[in-house]
């Protein structure tokens, strides 16, 4: 497979607390791969320096071997517009916007005429079986009809790179099947690469590989998923 | 700037956005109603001497008659010679004069206001013309003829045709005119040739006794000045009287409109200009705290691939369209306060000066008055001041405001809640 994303040798330190150290991994094109660990382990620090939110203090992130450490923050945002979907575990919607403006967000500065617009956020939304709901605001909406929202946004771009931090930690097990579903979906019939950070064993057994942090730094890696116990969650499905 | 999500969040916070609006609103009333309400007020002060299609009226204080027989000049209308009035003719502004000759008449039986005016003049009482309510209007060239204030001659017993003699000579009633139709400056009992009026004065005995009155000479002048240089016009035409000159304007006229005028016409401008500045600043108040609100929703746009100058044009965006919407809205609150106050009554007082009658008669220390709606409009131009001053002052604002708030660190307000 290629090479999608690589980091070499990567820190992150807030002042005198080293986040992460010396991570060095890759992603491929079409891969699903989770990052698991404790609370303050650096994952969502890490997923942060990959979604270019934030600079790391040391080493290289480099997009299908262009080093995105030389872009400024509008070329971050611009370069995440195109090529990177974001899902957190908050959701993150903007109250005011119906689901679909919520999913067309990313395209509203852009060049997109409205109807385009409209047409390509309403297939994004039918893609996460939620079209129904185009019209509804996030207050409107259950935690987990709000995460496939997000993740409709992520994916209105065709993105080749989804980063999700704890995207089912907020949501109750039926919601956390869906959402999980949603990810091997897109990862196996659209085939973006997925990754998402987790404490949740049952999230990483969706992954096609685990990815293990502690203290900041990679401390097991290339487990492959199926190590680990069957999801019931999954397997409910 | 994307006026969809743009319009989503000004109609999805009815609350922020009605009660911005509602301040720049208030502003900009208050401001542009103060405005209207000084410019009726100043509209008011022209009202008297506008009535007779005059800006300034000059005249020169003379001494009180040694005694009240026959002819004789109110101590407020000493002569005008001939080469003052071409003096004032020539004065830079002065569009057109008109003179008159305004005495009084004791007779044994009557006491009578006589003015003497020229009745092709545009210009000041020669107006009358219009307020014929009976007969004719005097003609150019006649003498021996006059019209009466039919009210006057109602009193008086007169009618058309009728001969009454003023000074021992006789003039026949042509005409009839209402005097309240055509203001209140410089009203007489009748209406004379000019040419009648000097001769009538230069023959008698208790004019001369206290005035050098000359052929060619009037004791009222009007002045029609243009609107640029009427200030000079006035300034000039009062050293050109000398000392004892009296020259009433709008501007003189405004000094006695009251306490009131004095106060908005001196502290219009700050109040109002007080007012528009803090609803700009309660409109940004109401932004910024917005815009703290919405630190996540910025944070989101910069994630999903917003770049800094369309966050700030987005939310310079919603900025300008409360500021507008509140300018719009205040403009219309403007245009119905002014509505409100073009139904209120003021009343300007005529000084006495200008239509002088003997104080020991009846009736002759009673003041004179002008009273009209107050003629308050809005100003489009001040109209166009206020809007463009909301809106660049909530453009150069919301433009600061919204560039601190682009410059949020995505990472910091996405954390994990």
């Not at chain 1, 992603?27 to 942060?48: C, P, Y």
């Not at chain 2, 050109?240 to 501007?251: F, N, P």
């Amino acid at each position: 497979m290629n090479d999608l994303l690589r980091t070499e040798n990567l820190d992150k330190a807030f002042g005198r607390v080293n986040a992460v150290q010396g991570v060095s991994l890759t992603i491929a094109a079409g891969e699903f791969v989770a990052i698991m660990g404790r609370s303050g382990s650096g994952k969502t620090t890490l997923l942060q320096l990959l979604a270019g939110l934030e600079s790391p203090t040391a080493g290289h992130i480099l997009f299908q071997g262009q080093d995105i450490g030389h872009l400024n923050e509008d070329g971050l945002a611009l370069w995440r517009r195109e090529h990177v979907g974001l899902v957190f575990q908050a959701f993150h919607l903007i109250p005011t916007l119906s689901a679909m403006e919520n999913v067309a967000l990313p395209l509203y500065p852009t060049a997109v005429r409205p109807e385009e617009r409209r047409l390509r956020a309403l297939a994004r939304l039918e893609q996460v079986g939620l079209s129904h709901r185009a019209g509804h605001r996030p207050g409107q909406l259950s935690g987990g009809e709000q995460q496939r929202v997000a993740i409709a946004r992520a994916l209105i771009n065709q993105p080749s790179l989804v980063l999700a931090d704890e995207p089912t930690g907020n949501l109750d097990s039926q919601s956390s099947a869906e959402v999980l579903d949603l990810f091997r979906k897109l990862n196996h019939e659209f085939g973006v690469a997925v990754m998402v950070v987790t404490h949740d064993r049952e999230v990483a057994a969706v992954a096609g590989r685990l990815i293990e942090m502690k203290d900041g730094s990679i401390v097991k890696r290339d487990h492959p998923a199926r190590s680990l116990p069957a999801p019931s969650v999954r397997d409910e499905r | 700037m994307n006026p969809a999500y743009l319009l989503a969040e000004l109609a999805r916070r009815p609350g922020r956005t009605l009660s911005a609006i509602l301040s720049v609103a208030l502003g900009l009333a208050l401001f542009v109603s103060l405005q209207a309400y000084a410019a009726g007020y100043r509209e008011a002060a022209r009202a008297p001497l506008a009535e007779i299609g005059a800006d300034i009226a000059a005249q020169r204080q003379g001494d009180v008659p040694e005694a009240f027989q026959g002819i004789v000049f109110p101590h407020s209308t000493a002569p005008i010679h001939p080469d003052e009035i071409a003096a004032v003719r020539r004065l830079p502004g002065v569009e057109t004069v008109g003179e008159v000759v305004l005495f009084w008449d004791f007779e044994p039986e009557r006491f009578l206001v006589v003015l003497g005016l020229d009745p092709t003049s545009n210009i000041g009482p020669g107006r009358l013309r219009a307020a014929v309510t009976a007969g004719r209007f005097l003609a150019t060239d006649e003498h021996g003829v006059a019209v009466a204030d039919v009210t006057f001659a109602h009193q008086a017993g007169l009618g058309l045709g009728d001969t009454l003699p003023i000074a021992g000579q006789p003039f026949t009633l042509v005409g009839l005119v209402d005097t309240s139709r055509a203001g209140q400056v410089a009203n007489a009992n009748l209406y004379i040739p000019l040419a009648d009026a000097r001769a009538l004065s230069a023959a008698a005995p208790n004019v001369r006794a206290v005035h050098d009155f000359r052929a060619g000479d009037a004791n009222i002048l009007f002045i029609k000045a243009n609107q640029a240089q009427a200030d000079s016009v006035i300034t000039a035409v009062t050293d050109l009287l000398g000392e004892k000159a009296i020259v009433s304007s709008a501007r003189s006229f405004s000094q006695v409109l009251g306490e009131a005028y004095r106060l908005v016409d001196r502290f219009g401008w700050l109040v109002g200009l007080a007012g528009l500045l803090l609803a700009v600043a309660a409109l940004l108040r109401a932004m910024a705290a917005n815009l703290w609100e919405r630190r996540r929703d910025v944070g989101v746009m910069r994630a999903v691939g917003w770049r800094r100058r369309e966050i700030v044009l987005q939310l310079t965006g919603e900025v300008l369209a409360l500021a507008l919407g509140g300018v719009l809205a205040g403009l219309a609150l403007a245009v119905l306060v002014t509505l409100v106050l073009s139904q209120t009554h003021v009343t300007v007082p005529v000084p006495w000066e200008l239509s002088p009658t003997p104080h020991f008669l009846p009736g002759g220390a009673q003041a004179m008055a002008v009273t009209i709606n107050l003629p308050a409009q809005v100003d489009p131009v001040m109209a166009l001041i206020s809007l463009a001053l909301a809106l660049t002052c909530s453009a150069a604002l919301g433009l600061g405001l919204a560039g601190r708030a682009a410059k949020i660190k995505p990472a910091e307000v996405l954390r994990s809640e």
